[in-house]
């Protein structure tokens, strides 16, 4: 129980809040945003782990261990820079350390009053996105959803947990085989089975029960994050939004390809994390990027970009195709071809995992 | 251009969500104002669209991901957009806007917790009771190498997820009738998904492969003797029969 706990600490909480802060001077020096904070660590964090399990994978067929380490120690080194930039920043502009420790409980102040100002009807709007994320929460917690899939991409978290062997093993049978590089190189798979190790669950608990329970929540807060570009934040119409966004996911099971059922029925693959969160987030950056030049937001973008491929063959390259329209278009419409430069400049993750993917 | 509308419709199913999509689409399109969001959410989405429809675009992604086309509509915020058009064309009457586009959603959309493929959890590996409790039964003990063990293909996607110190002679690719390379291929397979399994052509094959253990369906009708055939059995778990192939060793790990 002590292991589940301090797991769950470290890897859901500890890691993301920390090396959410590398990108806070970069995306918004006056008020960091625990939102902000937490889905850019969280990624990060993801990031991280493909940029280590990928080499790991490659050179030692027995890498688990090592990549757990490798991992922890990384990213304890990132969320200690986290903390420490973020100090530094505060100072810089001289508010000085203890006014910088001081940031986050700030956020709570802000929440409270943010919440104070609220009209009852927002209040009533924002209780039913509320529990309507709680009600897909519970659904993914009390219900098993059948998918053939899993036989594969959860038999190799369970694998690399249980034998440390990083995928060299047939799935469907246990017999050796060599590394089948096209799927290797999306790790989701060896971060569920890094999961299991740290917090000492089973890794298909972790894939089916563990991880919807953090997934929903997130890409709800991309919807949000999103929503606050498109309306103003204490404008009942951003609730509105996002009930009519979770009413679509809930009623989204028009056929077995959609976004939607891929987010409820497939919530821990990496296809359904990509066609949802990874995608919602691009978008948001983009929404961001296209309305200022904070840097951070840039920086993100590479971030998600090496999360994209994490996930899945072919996220790579549904990720730079659209950020590559979207910058096109943007150049031609703001007549600045330096945009599409930066977006472009973005995708080079995206094109190096492709050769990789092409080449191996 | 046939294949890529039959794509367009497998994707859509049933629903409606991608009309109301290309409506919001149109409505943005004329209405909306702000340059970035019409960058992101409106022109990319078109420009999207018309080249999920442009056949040599069909073309380059089949040559690298056969099969995955219709992920290029992931790329299209469907419902960000009819969201976003649905508050905006609300305007201030957001009350009536907002129950009159629900209700249209809720009506037209299919209830994921619905489908066949969802069903309450038994256990929070979400894998049936009776498989863990049939590898519980054939798990080895410390000492012991892993076990190899037939079972019948409704049990085979879950038994690996449980654990890996099961090995099976054919797992899930000998189930997808659409991957010809290897549907229907395995000796044992080919035994095992007949209406009556033959136990004496079967035993030869437990022996040839080293399989430790056999799984069968009590409802599956059998022809021949297990105990004859060196098959013991040793539970009797809900609707299955675990038999030990006695013929096959249980290996020791050997000692460092």
């Given at each position: 129980m002590i292991q589940k706990a301090i797991g769950f600490l470290v890897v859901f909480i500890l890691f993301p809040v920390c090396m959410g802060l590398l990108w806070m001077p970069g995306m918004n020096r006056k008020k960091y945003r625990i939102d902000q904070i937490y889905l850019s660590g969280f990624l990060t964090e993801l990031a991280v782990f493909q940029l280590i399990a990928v080499p790991v994978m490659i050179l030692k067929a027995h890498g688990m261990e090592i990549l757990v380490i490798l991992t922890n120690v990384i990213c304890g080194f990132l969320s200690a820079a986290g903390v420490g930039i973020a100090l530094v920043c505060r100072k810089k502009e001289g508010a000085g350390l203890k006014a910088a420790a001081t940031n986050l409980k700030g956020l709570g102040a802000d929440l409270k009053a943010g919440f104070a100002s609220l009209s009852w009807e927002c209040w009533l709007f924002w209780l039913l996105a509320g529990a309507a994320v709680l009600f897909q929460m519970y659904m993914s917690f009390d219900r098993a959803s059948f998918d053939g899939d899993d036989a594969y991409y959860v038999v190799q978290s369970v694998l690399a947990d249980q034998t440390g062997v990083l995928n060299r093993i047939k799935p469907y049978t246990g017999l050796s085989t060599d590394l089948d590089i096209r799927h290797a190189l999306a790790t989701l798979p060896l971060w569920e089975a890094y999961v299991a190790r740290m917090t000492g669950i089973h890794a298909a608990i972790v894939a089916h029960t563990l991880l919807p329970l953090i997934l929903i929540p997130l890409t709800y807060l991309a919807y949000f994050e999103v929503g606050r570009k498109l309306f103003e934040e204490k404008n009942v119409k951003l609730p509105i939004f996002m009930v009519l966004v979770s009413i679509m996911q809930i009623w989204g099971n028009s056929s077995i390809y959609t976004n939607a059922t891929f987010f409820l029925t497939r919530t821990w693959q990496g296809k359904s994390i990509m066609a949802n969160l990874v995608l919602l987030v691009i978008l948001w950056l983009l929404l961001e990027i296209l309305d200022d030049k904070k840097r951070g937001y840039v920086a993100l973008l590479v971030v998600s970009n090496i999360v994209a491929a994490m996930m899945t063959s072919m996220g790579a390259f549904l990720a730079a195709m659209f950020i590559g329209i979207a910058g096109l278009i943007a150049a031609v419409r703001q007549k600045k071809l330096s945009v599409l430069v930066k977006l472009a400049l973005c995708c080079i993750p995206n094109v190096i995992y492709l050769l990789m993917l092409l080449v191996l | 251009m046939q294949e890529i509308f039959s794509v367009f419709q497998k994707y859509c199913g049933s629903g409606i969500y991608p009309v109301l999509f290309l409506i919001a689409l149109v409505y943005l399109l004329v209405t909306e104002k702000d340059r970035k969001i019409r960058i992101v959410l409106v022109e990319t989405s078109l420009v999207i669209a018309v080249l999920f429809f442009f056949p040599p675009f069909k073309k380059l992604m089949d040559y690298l991901d056969?099969?995955?086309?219709?992920?290029?509509?992931?790329?299209?915020?469907m419902t960000v957009v009819i969201a976003y058009a649905g508050v905006k064309l609300f305007g201030k009457h957001h009350r009536i806007g907002f129950a009159v586009l629900a209700l249209v959603l809720l009506l037209s959309g299919e209830y994921v917790y619905k489908s066949q493929h969802i069903t309450k959890a038994q256990n929070r590996y979400k894998i049936p009771n009776v498989v863990v409790a049939i590898c519980n039964e054939m798990m080895p003990s410390e000492e012991e190498e892993r076990v190899w063990a037939v079972f019948p293909e409704e049990l085979i996607y879950f038994v690996r997820q449980y654990t890996t110190e099961i090995q099976m002679p054919y797992g899930r690719e000998m189930l997808e009738q659409q991957w010809e390379w290897n549907w229907d291929t395995h000796p044992i397979y080919k035994i095992m998904r007949e209406d009556t399994i033959d136990i004496d052509a079967l035993a030869p094959l437990l022996m040839e492969y080293n399989v430790q253990y056999l799984v069968l369906n009590r409802n599956v009708p059998i022809v021949g003797d297990p105990a004859e055939n060196g098959l013991e059995k040793t539970a009797v778990i809900e609707a299955y029969d675990v038999y030990r192939n006695t013929a096959v060793e249980i290996f020791k790990k050997a000692v460092d």
């Open positions: - | 056969e099969g995955t086309y219709y992920r290029i509509l992931w790329l299209l915020p």
